[in-house]
């Protein structure tokens, strides 16, 4: 939901209608998952690096190569 909310640029309503809940759900999700990340060196790497992922994928153009 996370990911969702600041890569993807949707907002908590749109996420939460297509997860099956609500602005509500998304925002308290999105809450543990901060605190979580503070205790948590490993999933926050893991979350960093999915995220700059996304963020690369976002800003190449579809003639972009991976290497």
């Known amino acids: 939901m ?14 939460g209608e297509m997860m099956g809940g609500d602005y ?20 926050s790497q893991i979350i960093k690096g999915v995220e700059a992922d ?3 994928m976002k800003v190449c153009n579809p003639f972009c190569s991976f290497s």
Do not use: M, P
Not at 2 to 15: A, C, K, M, P
Not at 33 to 39: P, T
């Open 2 to 15: 996370d990911l969702l909310y600041r890569v993807g640029g949707l907002s908590g309503t749109e996420i």
């Open 24 to 43: 509500s759900t998304v925002s308290q999700g999105r809450k543990r998952l901060r605190e979580k990340l503070k205790s948590d060196k490993h999933l």
């Open 54 to 56: 996304l963020s690369i």
